[in-house]
């Protein structure tokens, strides 16, 4: 598959405030690329220079071949947007405002087939400063998906959607990648990310930390299960094949690379001592986890 | 083989293909844009009438309050006529001046401020288009106001307006809107946000206005402002409305459409070269333009 969104070494510095500091990825036709990252770790930067809106400091990007600063109207043409945060005026009706937008593409979607997509049909005549948040940010969708684009930036699409209407939107998003569409998608719904993307990057202060299937993310620990278990006796724990993991107040997490002899060794450990290991759980680390690994420290620049 | 809800659920029709690569690259050409802008203008402006509304409310209420507080008074500096002469089309320029520059810089910049134009520039509408679709909304309300006021001088308040005047008034109207706007889009680049937007619109246009005699003919004027005022794009085009109201009446002398086409074309493009889309005051963006550039 050709590759349609290309970022190589990006570097957005605002004053002396590094946000995006050389960071290197694609984004190929019909795949579906989730950005994750703690707030402020340069996700909305990156897409916006992808954008066009903001010019970077340093590096190349291309999108569709070509440098989104000076694709103009030719490129534009072929890119649908959710801004992270962006207007529409409220004064319009939802109808009116979809109208609006599509009839700046020659190939538009029609209005019913665009309200129906995010489940707004029965907003079609409401002015959009009525809508509940939601409600809007379906709107938003709704304008991207106007054009029929080939390559789409989605900066939070999903925030505060309700789950039906999240889901919905999931599978507008893969009905695309279906159809070849590129999509370059940021949230903070891991859940989001897991379902829908073929591939995960993780940014963290400006810096890419990692780049993989949203299952097998991170290297290292990749393959390593989690024990979890409440502390609720004095002993030492001995000695055994695994890690022990920060964990918050009581609870215990252990990694390890093998299951079965762990479970083993930590079970007839608790039943010589006459222990319980309350909460006890041994499961597959999930997303999750491997993101909290890997963004641990330096939040919120 | 049944398929659970689930499946059936994922199997929704997908959305629209995009169509074959070569047609969906094509961009819709600029000026096919620019009737849907005047449109989209033209609803706000319906669904928000209070902005316009007072364009034309302001002028109006001037024009018959000056009139009621000097009913009796003749203009010697105009060759003696009523002041309601001078009056009518003073307050029509003054219309065009709120509808043309003030309600520009306000639109424009409550647009900028809410995101409507950063989200607007991710499409593939040019800027000329979006301007045009301003200038058409711009356009219906200065002409609405300066038959308005002109159609109440005119009948109830008796001034008297030769038919022979009304090309040159038609002509001084259409000048004087257009440069308007384009200083209009000029001034509200330089507005850093929708709290200044007014103050500084008005600021800027009543002291000119006030030595350009829009609200009162001042012929003891001293010289020096005098030149100034003819220099500064207000006083050409109000002079030129104003004389078409004049006994006898004349139209705009060539001297004033130079200085206004100055100014239109001067401003014309400043606003090309200046106009943004991002919000926030011009310190902001010019670090990040310095920024962008490191
Ligand atoms: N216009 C700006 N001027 C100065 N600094 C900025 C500007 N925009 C963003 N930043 C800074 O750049 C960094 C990256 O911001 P960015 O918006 O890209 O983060 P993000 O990953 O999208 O975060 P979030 O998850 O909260 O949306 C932040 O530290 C932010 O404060
Ligand atoms: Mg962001």
């Given at each position: 598959m050709r590759d349609v969104i290309e970022v190589h070494e990006l570097v957005k510095r605002y004053g002396s405030m590094t946000a995006v500091d050389g960071v290197s990825f694609s984004v190929a036709e019909g795949e579906v690329v989730g950005m994750l990252g703690p707030n402020g770790a340069g996700k909305t930067t990156t897409i916006e220079v992808l954008e066009g809106i903001r010019a970077p400091t340093g590096g190349q990007v291309r999108v569709l071949g070509h440098d989104p600063a000076r694709g103009g109207r030719h490129l534009k043409t072929q890119v649908g947007v959710v801004l992270q945060s962006a207007g529409i005026d409220g004064a319009l009706t939802v109808a009116e405002t979809i109208a609006l937008y599509a009839g700046f593409y020659r190939h538009r979607r029609p209005v019913a087939e665009a309200l129906a997509e995010v489940d707004l049909e029965e907003c079609?005549?409401?002015?959009?400063?009525?809508?509940?948040g939601g409600q809007r940010r379906r709107v938003d969708l709704a304008l991207a998906l106007a054009a029929r684009p080939r390559v789409l930036f989605l900066d939070e699409p999903t925030t505060g959607l309700d789950p039906a209407a999240r889901r919905r939107t999931w599978d507008v998003i893969a009905g695309l990648r279906g159809q070849g569409v590129a999509v370059l998608l940021t949230s903070h719904y891991l859940e989001e990310v897991q379902r829908l993307a073929d591939r995960v990057v993780v940014m963290h202060l400006g810096r890419l930390v990692a780049e993989g299937p949203p299952d097998r993310?991170?290297?290292?620990?990749?393959?390593a299960s989690r024990i979890t278990f409440r502390r609720t006796f004095t002993d030492e724990l001995p000695p055994g094949p695994w890690e022990r993991l920060a964990a918050a107040g009581t609870t215990v997490v252990l990694a390890t690379e093998d299951a079965t002899e762990a479970m083993h060794a930590l079970t007839s450990w608790a039943v010589d001592r006459g222990v319980e290991l309350e909460g006890l759980e041994l499961r597959r680390p999930s997303l999750e986890d491997r993101y909290l690994e890997l963004t641990e420290g330096g939040h919120d620049r | 083989m049944t398929s659970p809800p689930a499946d059936a659920d994922s199997m929704r029709a997908a959305p629209g293909a995009p169509p074959a690569s070569g047609t969906s690259e094509r961009p819709r050409l600029?000026?096919?844009l620019a009737p849907g802008q005047v449109r989209y203008q033209l609803l706000l402006l319906v669904r928000n009438p209070l902005g316009s509304f007072i364009t034309v409310v302001v002028p109006l209420m001037l024009l018959i309050a000056l009139d009621l507080v000097t009913p009796e008074m003749t203009l010697q500096s105009l060759g003696g006529v009523p002041v309601v002469q001078f009056l009518t089309p003073a307050m029509a320029s003054f219309a065009v001046l709120n509808a043309g520059f003030v309600d520009v810089v306000v639109g424009t910049t409550v647009a900028r401020d809410q995101g409507v134009l950063r989200r607007l520039h991710a499409t593939p509408l040019p800027t000329w288009a979006l301007l045009i679709g301003r200038l058409g909304a711009s356009a219906i309300v200065a002409a609405g106001s300066v038959l308005v006021v002109l159609g109440v001088g005119i009948i109830f308040l008796h001034a008297h307006l030769a038919s022979s005047a009304i090309p040159g008034l038609v002509l001084s109207t259409t000048v004087g809107l257009l440069v308007s706007f384009a200083l209009g889009v000029v001034c509200s680049t330089l507005v850093p946000s929708t709290e200044a937007a007014l103050p500084v619109a008005y600021g800027l246009m009543l002291p000119v206005a006030f030595i350009s005699e829009v609200f009162f003919p001042a012929p003891g004027e001293a010289a020096w402002l005098r030149s100034v005022a003819a220099a500064l794009p207000v006083a050409p085009f109000a002079h030129a409305m104003e004389s078409a109201f004049a006994v006898p009446p004349h139209g705009m002398t060539g001297g004033q459409l130079g200085v206004l086409l100055a100014w239109g074309v001067g401003a014309a493009v400043v606003a090309i070269f200046t106009f943004r889309w991002e919000p926030g005051g011009l310190r902001r963006q010019r670090a990040r333009a310095r920024s962008s550039l490191r």
């Open positions: 079609a005549g409401r002015r959009v400063a009525a809508l509940s993310l991170g290297g290292g620990s990749e393959l | 600029g000026l096919a």
